[in-house]
């Protein structure tokens, strides 16, 4: 647990923030020579951090191999023994001139592929979410008009509870006897007269002919 600390320690101390430092100077400083130095360096250290990656969940159970990785960083960075120019010039820039035209083109194909496959994946989830939108719209749609239902058939019961009701009686208006009075007078003197009227006229035929 202590070499694990250390040699992560010294990874990040002496691997990335010194080296990064004196690279800021060179790039200040417009050196050519230390720019080309600081870029081999951090090419050796791209490298060797991809390959920290499997190595520590393989060998981390081998026998001083923290100890080993402080050593290498240290062999790196020396400047007497020059480690980072000395694997780059011997090992990686002849395999990356050998390979460089196969690496282009595999990393033409795979920016070609990632992209078709963005728009691809970026059409799936458009109709994803236009199917699942018009789902939630018809949803909503058919629970507004279930509501709607409802009410309006409480509406209609209610309509019908109050035409069930008893229809109250028609109201009749009283005459007074004092309006009937006169009527009744009226009808009996109607009739008398016209008795009266009768029996004159009778009268005056008999003496006629008498």
């Not at 600390?5 to 020579?33: C, E, M």
């Not at 009996?188 to 029996?199: L, N």
Request: hydrophobic share 40%; glycine share 4%.
């Amino acid at each position: 647990m202590v070499s694990w600390i250390i040699s992560r320690l010294v990874v990040i101390i002496f691997g990335t923030l010194y080296p990064a430092y004196y690279s800021y100077k060179a790039v200040k400083s417009k050196d050519i020579k230390e720019y080309v130095k600081w870029m081999m360096y951090w090419i050796i250290f791209a490298l060797f951090t991809t390959a920290e990656t499997f190595t520590d969940l393989f060998l981390c159970w081998f026998p001083f191999y923290y100890e080993l990785k402080i050593a290498f960083i240290a062999w790196l960075l020396s400047p007497y023994t020059k480690g980072s120019s000395l694997l780059y010039r011997k090992f990686v820039h002849p395999t990356l001139s050998s390979k460089e035209k196969e690496i282009d083109d595999c990393l033409v194909q795979a920016k070609d592929r990632s992209y078709d496959a963005l728009v691809h994946f970026g059409k799936r989830g458009l109709n994803v979410a236009a199917t699942a939108a018009v789902m939630a719209a018809s949803k909503g749609q058919g629970a507004l008009s279930e509501r709607l239902r409802s009410f309006s058939m409480q509406d209609l019961s209610t309509i019908r509870g109050d035409s069930s009701s008893p229809v109250p009686p028609p109201v009749t208006v009283r005459t007074s006897s004092k309006q009937s009075k006169p009527k009744t007078s009226r009808s009996v003197s109607e009739s008398t007269s016209s008795s009266v009227c009768s029996c004159c006229s009778v009268c005056r035929i008999l003496r006629g002919t008498a």
